[in-house]
């Protein structure tokens, strides 16, 4: 008995080994590759939580780091700010690519694929007239009526995942309603991902009048599953790309379609 | 009295023959100087333990004419009873009668049913039935002495009938079962040779031949106050190794007992060993061995060791701990005297789990462990989070706990079985009771209905005392945030409390109604309903505001839980032969949880605009199973039992996931049908020192379309009376399981789901065990060590995105195996007023998800040590006990670090990172327990026997305000992450009080 708890006793003592807490020194990537552009990519690093944590010797503005497609291998050149690039390798349609380097002394990877540009990206206007409201006017005498929302089409016959957004380009803008004290929305605002081959635009999600650009991204269903978060959730935890191995962040394929739009004053 | 206190003793023999003894009763001169004569058959010195006949001679007939005369003593039915022959010489036969009473007290000295067997047969012609009437009613010695008084003259020569009935021996049993219920004695009484305190106990009363040898006895072992069966009892004979156990109804088969008069020993936790000794005119099927509470017998150690214990390892099977309810209160308690919280306190079973009342055994989950109550399967048994168990300790009558390698009889799991029998009710008379303590009100009935017909309702209720409070708040203001870190550009923050409204309770009804239409057969009805509802919900008015465009904030959260258990079982059991046993049970379970966890937020801006967010989770799981199954028992042997059963089971399991009240996340709805059968035999080789249990169970699970094989055995070895070798090895599948979904932030919760054997496949683990044990009549020790493999673990989690191809939410699910071993040590003192037990538990149980790392990562009931002490003492009315127990920390994953991606619309999103699985660890778990009883008494103080009635507990959960954390909550708002530690119990007393009437 008297053995067995100094047996006890010893194993108490040396059974507090384990760390408290533990960070690891992941690299993060942020990388939308898309047709037409020099391969590139970003590589940063995360803020711990805790402040006693130790950091990876790796200069994360030199890495190595080595895409491969289409059997060929090509090493990035670094821009600094963690970003690298690769100005010999334009990016394609229907391409693969796998990206691979050494962080904190695990091997990170990547992959990801560029879909195939909409096909067939059509709306249903090319322009439409919104009435100015402002605190001063008042309500338009006999009321107003309101346009009927943009359709956009496309085809998707294997239901994939595309994503509008729609953005004013004017370098002045102009707002439709008076929008008081509250801060001015953003000239940017987007449609939730779909896998079907519509959406439309409502009237009153356009907050200035001037041109828009309309660009449908074929995005990939990790993309596509971003906007499908909760941010009370954990799916905060959620890394957002899972094709990337021992590191976090984004990295995706995606090709866009563009088309115009002009908000004019009725 | 007063003559007995003047006599002087004068004893030598004169001569011996054929049994005759020849002694003198007080000196020459005292009136009552008797030479009298004994004769006893046997000739053995326990002669003053017989029934015993007193023989008044004829007027002036000197004692060896009254003893040649006497035939009585030859008729076989007074074989071994002991007849003394008083002489009718000198002095009138009424002095000689006067005498006979001291003569008695003196010869019978010690003979606890001497007032029952006791005869006098008078010869003297001249004595008539009035005199004796007289002598009764004039002298309570006399009365007392005999009981019952023959005169010859009353006697017919050719019909001795009349007088064989007046002279029968009676049994012990019928004269002490009119004590019902259980009794204190106080240890304080002088008097050493006082009939009350030495003597209770079954006394030899046969003193004949034998005349069956090596026969097949059956019968029933049963609570001698209320009549209940006794579930796995130990049968013994005597001296020997030939043994047996009660099945689940108490019905039990001993083979080859070696003589019809020899000697049983009974023995069943919480209860007196109790010694029969057989007569052939006891019956040798339907034989009913009725067993006292041991607590009727605080002060008979001397005459059989009486085990104090309240759980108890079982030596003669691998990986089993007994408990009964009875004996729990004893044990320190957090309100309830609770079963599955008292067998957390022996080594393989997982102490650290406060918020669990399901047992984490060896590595194991708590659905990994099957609970069966009366033949159905409970999937869920915790009541406040866990805090107490669904099981009410007054309508329980036996609990066993197989911790691994179990037979093939159960099945559909992976790790272990509680096996809990409820009470039958008392047979014998109708009685209440009712505990009172701060968290609950506990009321409970036993009615018999005529003599076929028992059952028994128990109800319990929670009210909001101080106590479930305090348990409730361990969710609320009770817990220490704090915050880790922000984001950079992120506004500050702080602790706030929120304010919780408490409308939450739990209840639970068991009732059992036992119907007995012959000695055979038994039917019973067994119900079992209980309800959760916990209402968690927050509705602060205004927040400290937030940000710099936020002017104002308000928040409610709804939090509200329900969940409950109900299970029916109709079953009939027979006893077909002595030799075959079988019962057919028809059962329904269900279980049901339905969880709103949801948030509205509504921020008001300067100009009173509102805006109103709704989010959060929406979490239904209902689980449904009908079975039907038949169990048989077959004795084949002394050597050999068989047993052999088929079932079937339908059933029918939904979960659905929700998020914002609109996407659902996970919707499931899974049906399968499950049958098979089993084969096992207890087989005994080498002078019954090796036990052999061997079996096989197939299920055919149609779901995935297979039939599953799982062959068992088990073996134990004993070396000799003290030690015993054990092992086991066997396979086991499991295809309802209860899924983790892992949730980093507000910490992992469980569903129930059915295996599809694909996304959610049928696991399986093999078992492989080995002990030895060592136990003397007071102390076991005991060590086992286990290791067994599990394939096919399911968890969910939404923490892994879909890859670039796509995966829907769906499938979300991942497989993977793991392992478990460990080694664990106890040692138990059984006997004394200090008893009690250290157990140790060196335990490892490790998993391996590919999606988690490449490697095995600690499952998250890992614990590495586990050390519990418990001791209980025992001081006249008094029962103290102890416990501590320290577990080191069970593993978590935590939020590490922040990230941040840009959008393709120009927003940011703010992510996180996690630690690898399970890597960071939990403080160590520690506590220490008191608890005290007191036993409350009717009758008059200063008896020395008087009943118990109840008894007041005061308990101390966790003395010293230990600060043990259960798992730690996050909180991400506005690009900042607060950790908040939800704690278990801090230092909490309680008050029970417990009462009966019977």
Known sequence: MRALLLLSVLFFYSCNDEGKTEFTDWAIIESYIRPGDYFNIKVTRQLPFSSDVVYSMDDINNLTISVTCNDTVYYLTPLGEGAYIDSSLIVTENTEYYLSFHFNGLAVSAFTYIPAKPNNFSQSATSISLTRIDSTSGFPIGGFTMPDPVELTWDNPENDYYLAIVENVESVLDPIRDFGDNTPPSNIFRKSPTTLAATEIRTQEFQYYGTHRIILYHVLPDYAALYNENTTSSQNLTNPSSSIGNGYGIFTGLNADTLYIEVKEQ | MRLFLGFILLTFCVYTLDGQQRYEFNRLGSECNLKYLVYNVMQDKMAYKRPFVFVVGKPHETIDRTFMDDTLRTLPQFYGYTFVYVPNEGGTIQDKVSCLPAMVSWL??????????????????????????????????????????????????????????????????????????????????????????????????????PSSYNYTLSGMIRDRSSGEALPFATILVKGSSIATQSNVDGYFTLFKVPTDTSTLVISYIGYANEEVFLTPTLPKQNFVVLLSPASALLKTVTIAATKEDVVISKREDISVIKMTPKKLEQLPNLGERDIMRSFQLMPGVSASNESSSGLYVRGGTPDQNLVLYDGFTVYQVDHLYGFYSAFNANALKDV????????SRFGGRLSSVTEITAKDGNQKKFNYGTDISLLSLNVWAEIPMGEKISSIITFRKSYKGPLYNKIFDKFNSDNTSSMVTQTPGGPGGGRFTQNTKVTSYFYDVNGKFTYRPTAKDVVSLSIFNGTDKLDNSIDNGDLPSFGDFTPSFSFSATDLTQYGNFGTSLKWSRKWSPKLYGNTLVSYSNFFSNRDRSQEMIRTNSSGESTTTNNGIFENNNLKD????????????????????????????????????????????????????????????????????????????????????????????????????????????????????????????????????????????????????????????????????????????LRFNPSPQGVSYQENFYSGNGY???????????????????????????????????????????????????????????????????????????????????????????????????????????????????????????????????????????????????????????????????????????????????
């Open chain 2, 108 to 209: 019978t000295q010690g003979y606890k049913s001497r007032n029952n067997n006791v005869f006098l047969f008078i010869k003297d012609q001249g004595v008539s039935t009035a005199d004796i009437q007289m002598m009764q009613e004039s002298m309570v010695s006399f009365k007392n002495a005999f009981r019952s008084a023959v005169l010859a003259a009353d006697i017919v020569p050719s019909n001795t009938s009349g007088l064989l009935e007046s002279f029968k021996a009676t049994s012990v049993e019928e004269e002490a079962e009119k004590e019902v219920g259980n009794f204190y004695i106080d240890e304080n009484a002088d008097d050493p040779a006082d009939p009350g305190i030495s003597s209770i106990g079954t006394v030899k009363s046969y003193f004949g031949p």
């Open chain 2, 820 to 998: 478990a071993r460990g080694i664990e040590f106890l040692l138990q003192r059984k006997l004394g007023n200090l008893n009690g037990w250290i157990s140790y538990t060196l335990g490892e149980a490790r998993n391996h998800f590919d999606v988690y790392s490449t490697d095995y990562f600690p499952a998250n009931q890992d614990v590495r040590h586990e050390f519990k002490i418990v001791g209980l003492y025992k001081l006249k009315r008094w029962d103290f006990s102890a416990s501590w127990v320290y577990a080191s920390g069970r593993p978590y994953t935590a939020p590490s670090g922040a990230y941040t991606v840009t959008l393709l619309d120009g927003n940011t999103a703010d992510y996180f990172t996690v630690t690898s699985k399970n890597s960071v660890r939990l403080p160590d778990y520690h506590r220490m327990d008191l608890s005290v009883n007191y036993k409350l008494l009717a009758g008059i103080q200063g008896d020395h026997k008087r009943r118990e009635i109840g008894y007041i507990g005061f308990s101390i959960f966790n003395v010293y305000n230990r600060t043990n954390l259960w798992y730690k909550q996050y909180t991400i708002e506005d690009l900042q992450i607060v950790e908040t530690n939800i704690n278990y119990l801090g230092f909490t007393p309680n008050i029970t009080l417990s009462l009966k009437h019977w």
């Open chain 2, 400 to 407: 066993q706990l197989y911790k691994g390698g179990f037979e």
């Open chain 2, 626 to 797: 009908v079975s039907i199954k038949s169990d048989y028992q077959w004795d084949v042997g002394s050597f050999s039992q068989v047993q052999f059963g088929a079932y079937a089971t339908q059933y029918d399991i939904k979960y659905t996931y929700a998020q914002n009240d609109t996407a659902t996340v996970l919707d499931r709805h899974d049906r399968s049908f499950l049958g098979g059968g089993y084969l096992q035999s207890r087989t005994k080789f080498f002078k019954d020192k090796l036990h052999l249990l061997p079996g096989i169970r197939l299920s055919y699970y149609e779901q995935s379309d297979k039939v599953y094989y799982e062959p068992r055995a088990s073996l134990n070895y004993s070396i000799d009376d003290r030690f015993t070798l054990k092992g086991a090895i066997g396979k086991y599948y499991q295809f309802a399981n209860r899924v983790t979904r892992e949730d980093i932030l507000s910490g992992s919760k469980e569903f129930w789901l059915l295996s599809d054997g694909d996304a959610v496949p049928v696991s399986s683990a093999i078992h492989y065990i080995a002990g030895i044990s060592y136990e003397t009549n007071q102390w076991v020790v005991s060590t086992e060590a286990y290791y067994k493999t599990i394939h096919g673990l399911t968890e969910y989690s």
